[in-house]
């Protein structure tokens, strides 16, 4: 399996080694947290007296310590002790609550961590303190104390996700007998509590002369390029990961290191754009990542020697086919991944060789041709992707005859068609089904019928013409997600949704859009309460919208039915999604007014980005929304978009007052409607507005002046109204200069237009002046700041194009560091390493 199994089976092995090399050579038996009847010693008074003034210095509001009171210390939670001596000897406070897996996700506030601005010096007085974890508590802000450094019997140090900034202190080259060092970030976890840690000259590691394992991911070593050096005088290393440090790795003369087994190295900068040859010296590595680090060219004989070498990652570099050539000779690996580089022609036929491979990942590249024989063979595979190519070809059952692993199967995007009888009974069951963009139909797969293990399945735009099948919708697991979107699927949603809704009502995401459904939502559909994402948009669905959507399906957050028959009025129903962030029901026949309880939809109050949950939905869904009259998709920065449309139909009345409070809204687009009345006043409200679309109405009055302190408004079309007065000018709408945003308007005068207005009615130059922070678009210091204040302009615009054009991504990472183009970049990438690889 990839790298999440690799490195549990890692960690579990670690904390076995640990056990046995860190604490018991000095043959301590080891006393566990909890009364331990057998023994008869007690703690050393001032050792307990130096773990209650720690205690004392933190804050513990979910009383974590709480059995840190009277007693003997020995029998509080977190505390090791020797058995003879009694001494303290382990510090366990790791905050044990699994953090969840991206920043935006609410619970990170209740994580019951133990938190404070300052750590008592007393622990130095547990002088055989072996064992130190504090990571993943929430010492915000503060440096790594410097005591830390006479604690001189430390073997294991974990302060890692926790909060602690500023220069890691040159004391920690003190600990001699270090074996494991961790200090970074958590390889896949972007979380509040990270760390944000400087080392300017890591001549302090160089000390550390017992040290196996070195994790100092995230930590900026931009100025310590000579980092590696350092590194490299600590010939019993095991374990070095250093990803995304700014390091520049450079060639050795000669490498010391050559008892390491893992190098995890990934988004750095390496000093010459090829493989530097030493790493074909680390002839007993297990593990290299060497992921998005600009490298290519020839890798030669690089690899030959690596013949322990288990799990390469390569994504997100240049290396072309030849390179893909020369690893196929690395039989040991088990898992290779290839994704986001130039491989381009065929999937060499040597590809066979690699007969222990359980994943073999090889998308977003520029491979064409047929899938060579030899690469249904590997019959160990549990994961093949090589969506997003150039292959070509037809699939048929015997292909995939001897793949009897297989879990996750990712081939879309490609331009195979894959032609299976109807009987055919896969030897595989699948949990992961990417089969987006391959010609499947005209007729519904009856294969899916024989898998029992569906968790995500995407058929979009499969060719598919055929009324969905009515076992379809007792599918054995639980799927999270069905994209079935962009076939021709027709009939009624009722033939798969009906009373006996069977395993469906798990589902988290629902597309169907761009198919012929018609008849009316089946109420059955009620019953999919965990929905997050509803997609019905352009079918031929004619119903009114049912009370239940908003009364039943509360957890959604996006909800999408536009170009449909959808008639009557707006109800107040709708108003219970509190988490709703992108409501779309443009161009359908809905009547009455727009209900004033809009301003329900709390998730748009918000600037923060929604949470919606991409964690066990390694298949992105995908959004389609206008913005600036161009239909965007949005799929890994979907948590983050906010928008209303209603375009296209017969509402009447006023907008209400109400929605001016739905301050995180990037889209409000109400064209081609009856509405009357004037443009609300505080529209300003609406900072974040990227498009405002208010066209083709009857809507009279002035324009507001606060429209023009919408900094980040890029879109404006007021055209075809009833609007009067004077042009508002300065500011924001400098920029929208284009005439025709307010055509069709007879009332109004002022540039842009070419009729001037009357002297009297010159145009106001209103709103707030610019200050020194009204551009914040490139200032990232929330993002380090913990995340706190919401987006600001520009992230979903450029990010949208970004999910599509994958080879910018990481161009766009290397300059721009500082926008927020990397923090996508950097949970996309994160994010699909964990997803891709789950078990
Ligand atoms: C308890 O203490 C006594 C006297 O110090 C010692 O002889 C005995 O071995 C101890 N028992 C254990 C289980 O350590
Ligand atoms: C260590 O313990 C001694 C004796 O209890 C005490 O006087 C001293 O203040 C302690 N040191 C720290 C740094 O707490
Ligand atoms: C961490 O602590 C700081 C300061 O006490 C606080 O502002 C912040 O919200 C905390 N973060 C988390 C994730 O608990
Ligand atoms: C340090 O702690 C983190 C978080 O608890 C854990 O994931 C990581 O494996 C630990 N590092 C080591 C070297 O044990
Ligand atoms: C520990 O390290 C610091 C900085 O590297 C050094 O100045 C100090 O003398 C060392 N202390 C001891 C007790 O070795
Ligand atoms: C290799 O390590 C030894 C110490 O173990 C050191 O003396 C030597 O300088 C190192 N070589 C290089 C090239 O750093
Ligand atoms: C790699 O190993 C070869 C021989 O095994 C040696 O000659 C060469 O110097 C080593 N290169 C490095 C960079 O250590
Ligand atoms: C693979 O190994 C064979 C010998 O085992 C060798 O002839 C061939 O050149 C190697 N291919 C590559 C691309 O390194
Ligand atoms: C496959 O791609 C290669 C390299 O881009 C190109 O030369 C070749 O013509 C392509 N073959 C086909 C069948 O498209
Ligand atoms: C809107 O929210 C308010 C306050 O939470 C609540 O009283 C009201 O019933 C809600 N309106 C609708 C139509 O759900
Ligand atoms: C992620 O998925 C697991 C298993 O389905 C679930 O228990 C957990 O709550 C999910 N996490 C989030 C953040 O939704
Ligand atoms: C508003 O929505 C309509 C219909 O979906 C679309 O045609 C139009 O381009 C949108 N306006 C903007 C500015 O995106």
């Given at each position: 399996m990839g790298h999440l199994n690799f490195l549990d089976a890692t960690t579990s092995l670690l904390s076995l080694f640990l056990f046995i090399t860190v604490l018991v050579p000095s043959q301590i038996p080891f006393g566990h947290s909890g009364p331990d009847r057998s023994s008869n010693f007690t703690c050393i008074e001032s050792e307990q007296q130096a773990l209650l003034r720690f205690r004392d210095s933190l804050t513990d509001e979910s009383n974590r310590l709480s059995s840190w009171t009277g007693g003997d210390c020995y029998s509080w939670k977190g505390i090791g002790c020797h058995r003879t001596t009694g001494r303290v000897v382990k510090?366990?406070?790791?905050?044990?609550?699994?953090?969840?897996?991206?920043i935006f996700d609410p619970s990170y506030h209740s994580t019951p961590c133990l938190a404070g601005q300052y750590l008592s010096p007393s622990l130095v007085n547990l002088t055989n303190l072996r064992y130190l974890d504090l990571s993943l508590n929430n010492f915000s802000g503060i440096q790594i104390p410097t005591f830390l450094g006479l604690l001189k019997d430390l073997r294991y140090l974990n302060l890692s996700d926790a909060g602690f900034v500023g220069e890691v202190p040159h004391h920690l080259g003190n600990l001699s007998h270090l074996r494991y060092l961790d200090i970074g970030v958590l390889s896949g976890n972007i979380i509040p509590t990270h760390n944000n840690l400087i080392s300017k000259d890591l001549g302090w590691v160089a000390r550390l002369s017992s040290l196996e394992g070195l994790f100092l991911n995230e930590i900026d070593l931009t100025k310590a390029q000579d980092g590696l050096l350092a590194v490299n005088m600590l010939p019993s290393l095991i374990t070095l990961?250093?990803?995304?440090?700014?390091?520049?790795?450079?060639?050795?003369?000669?490498?010391?290191?050559?008892?390491?087994?893992?190098?995890?190295?990934?988004?750095?900068?390496?000093n010459?754009?090829?493989?530097?040859?030493?790493?074909?010296?680390?002839?007993?590595l297990q593990d290299l990542s060497l992921r998005a680090n600009y490298l290519g060219g020839k890798v030669h004989d690089t690899f030959r020697q690596m013949t322990s070498l288990v799990d390469l990652d390569l994504v997100g570099n240049s290396f072309d086919t030849s390179t893909l050539r020369s690893i196929c000779n690395v039989s040991s690996l088990t898992s290779l991944d290839m994704s986001d580089n130039q491989l381009q022609g065929s999937i060499p036929s040597e590809i066979g060789r690699l007969w222990k491979l359980t994943g073999l990942y090889l998308d977003s590249n520029m491979l064409n041709g047929t899938i060579p024989s030899s690469l249904w063979e590997l019959t160990q595979l549990q994961a093949l992707f090589v969506q997003g190519n150039s292959l070509t070809g037809e699939l048929s059952e015997h292909h995939f005859a001897k793949l009897k692993e297989l879990k996750r199967l990712d081939i879309s995007d490609n331009l195979f068609s894959l032609h299976v009888s109807s009987s055919w009974v896969p030897p595989f069951q699948l949990q992961y089904i990417g089969m987006g963009s391959i010609k499947i139909g005209p007729r519904f797969p009856n294969w899916l019928r024989t898998q029992k293990e569906i968790e995500q399945l995407n058929m979009a735009n499969a060719g598919i013409s055929d009324a969905i099948p009515g076992w379809f919708g007792v599918l054995s697991n639980d799927p999270g997600g069905i994209i079935l979107s962009g076939n021709k699927l027709e009939g009624s949603l009722n033939s798969f949704i009906s009373g006996s809704l069977g395993n469906l009502g798990e589902l988290i995401s629902l597309q169907l859009s761009k198919n012929r459904f018609d008849g009316k939502l089946p109420p059955s559909m009620q019953n999919l309460k965990r929905l997050q994402f509803l997609d019905l948009g352009e079918n031929r669905i004619a119903d009114t919208i049912p009370a239940w959507i908003g009364e039943r399906l509360s957890d959604l957050e996006f909800l999408t039915l536009q170009t449909n028959n959808f008639h009557g009025g707006i109800s107040n129903t709708l108003c219970q999604l509190p988490h709703l962030q992108v409501l779309n029901l443009a161009h359908n026949d809905l009547s009455g007014s727009i209900p004033h309880c809009f301003k329900n939809f709390t998730a748009m109050e918000s600037t923060?980005?929604?949470?919606?949950?991409?964690?066990?939905?390694?298949?992105?869904?995908?959004?389609?929304?206008?913005?600036?009259?161009?239909?965007?998709?949005?799929?890994?920065?979907?948590?983050?978009?906010?928008?209303?449309?209603?375009?296209?139909?017969?509402?009447?009345?006023?907008i209400p007052d109400e929605i001016m409070g739905l301050v995180g809204l990037q889209t409000l687009n109400l064209s081609k409607n009856h509405l009357n009345g004037r443009i609300p006043k505080n529209i300003g409200n609406l900072k974040q507005l990227e498009t405002l679309d208010l066209s083709m109405n009857e809507l009279r009055g002035e324009i507001p002046p606060s429209l023009s302190s919408i900094y980040s408004l890029s879109s404006l079309n007021l055209s075809y109204n009833k609007l009067s007065g004077p042009i508002p000018s300065g500011n924001q709408l400098q920029t929208l200069n284009d005439p025709s945003i307010y055509e069709g308007n007879i009332g109004l005068c002022g540039k842009p237009l070419l009729n001037s207005c009357p002297a009297d009615e010159s145009p106001t130059e209103n709103g707030p002046v610019l200050d020194d922070k009204g551009h914040s678009e490139f200032d990232f210091s929330w993002f380090y700041a913990g995340f706190g204040p919401g987006f600001s302009v520009g992230v979903v615009g450029v990010v949208g194009i970004l999910q599509f054009k994958q080879s910018w991504r990481y161009a766009l990472f290397k300059c721009v560091e500082n926008a927020y183009d990397g923090i996508w970049v950097m949970i996309g990438l994160k994010t699909s390493r964990l997803r891709r690889n789950f078990h």
């Open positions: 510090l366990d406070l790791r905050n044990t609550v699994q953090p969840a897996l991206h990961h250093l990803e995304s440090c700014g390091l520049i790795v450079p060639h050795f003369l000669q490498v010391n290191f050559t008892s390491l087994s893992s190098l995890i190295i990934g988004f750095n900068q390496f010459h754009p090829t493989i530097p040859p030493w790493l074909g010296n680390l002839t007993g923060k980005p929604g949470t919606f949950e991409f964690n066990n939905s390694y298949l992105d869904p995908v959004l389609r929304n206008f913005k600036a009259g161009i239909e965007l998709e949005y799929s890994k920065n979907l948590p983050s978009v906010k928008s209303i449309s209603l375009s296209g139909n017969h509402l009447v009345g006023e």
